[in-house]
C-alpha cells in the first residue's frame, strides 16, 4: 500500500513568520511530488511541483525534496491570513497520485 | 477560457436513485480521474481514464460507474448499490506527456437525502 503521510495540525503561526509543512512517502518509486492548497468547501489548487532533489522556491513558497529520507516539505514565508487552508502533498508514481490527509494551517493577524 | 467544468455543483439524491456527475476539460489532457473526498479525509480514487474507451478502477469503485467515450468528457454515475455516497466529488485531469500535473474540476458535492 502505497501512503503519503502529513500532520493533520493543526498548525497556528502568526502573520509575517514562517510555516513550515511536511510530508512523508512510502513508495521510492514516486517520482514527482506536489502541494496542494484547498480552502474550505473548494477543490485543491497547485501551488508547487518538485521533481528533483534540493529546494525550489516560488514567491513566498518553497518546497524541498530529499529522496533518500523520502521526505517532502513546504515552507511558506511572510505567512499571510490568506494563507489559511489545507495542504495537501501527494506522490506521482505511474498512473496515479497518491495524496496525504492534509494539514490545516491558520495564520493568526 | 481552458479549464475542468464539473456540474452541477450541489446534487441531492434519494436513497435507491442513480445520478451522474459531469466533468468536462478543455485542456486536451489525455488523462482523467475521479476521486471522494469526506470531511478530514484525504482524496481517495474512485476511477481513472488514460485514453478514449479505457477506463481502470481505483480504491474505491465499488458502487460506481464511468464511461469515456470522448476526450474531453468523464462522467461518473453515483449507482443506489454505493451504501455511503455522501461526499464531495472530485474531477481531475492531466497530460500522459512532459510531466504530470493534475488539475481538479470545481468540485460536485452529493448529499443523500
Known amino acids: 500500500q502505497k501512503e503519503v503521510e502529513q500532520n493533520s495540525g493543526p498548525l497556528s503561526v502568526p502573520e509575517g513568520a514562517i510555516a513550515s509543512l511536511n510530508c512523508t512517502y512510502s513508495?521510492?518509486?514516486?517520482?514527482?511530488f506536489f502541494w496542494y492548497r484547498q480552502y474550505s468547501g473548494k477543490s485543491p489548487e497547485l501551488i508547487m511541483s518538485i521533481y528533483s532533489n534540493g529546494d525550489k522556491e516560488d514567491g513566498r513558497f518553497t518546497a524541498q525534496l530529499n529522496k533518500a529520507s523520502q521526505y517532502v516539505s513546504l515552507l511558506i514565508r511572510d505567512s499571510q491570513p490568506s494563507d489559511s487552508a489545507t495542504y495537501l502533498c501527494a506522490a506521482h508514481e505511474g498512473n496515479q497520485f497518491y495524496f496525504g490527509t492534509g494539514t490545516s494551517l491558520t495564520v493568526i493577524p | 477560457d481552458g479549464g475542468i467544468t464539473q456540474s452541477p455543483k450541489y446534487l441531492f439524491r434519494k436513497e435507491g436513485q442513480n445520478v451522474t456527475l459531469s466533468c468536462e476539460q478543455n485542456?486536451?489532457?489525455?488523462?482523467m480521474y475521479w476521486y471522494r473526498q469526506d470531511p478530514g479525509q484525504g482524496l481517495r480514487l474512485i476511477y481513472y481514464s488514460q485514453i478514449v474507451n479505457d477506463f481502470q478502477k481505483g480504491d474505491i469503485a465499488e458502487g460506481y460507474s464511468v464511461s469515456r467515450e470522448k476526450k474531453e468528457s468523464f462522467p461518473l454515475t453515483v449507482t443506489s448499490a454505493q451504501k455511503n455516497p455522501t461526499a464531495f466529488y472530485l474531477c481531475?485531469?492531466?497530460?500522459?506527456?512532459?510531466?504530470?500535473?493534475?488539475?481538479f474540476g470545481p468540485g460536485t458535492r452529493l448529499t443523500v437525502l
Open positions: 485542456l486536451n489532457h489525455d488523462a
Open positions: 481531475a485531469s492531466m497530460p500522459t506527456r512532459g510531466g504530470g500535473t493534475q488539475y
Open positions: 513508495d521510492r518509486g514516486s517520482q514527482s
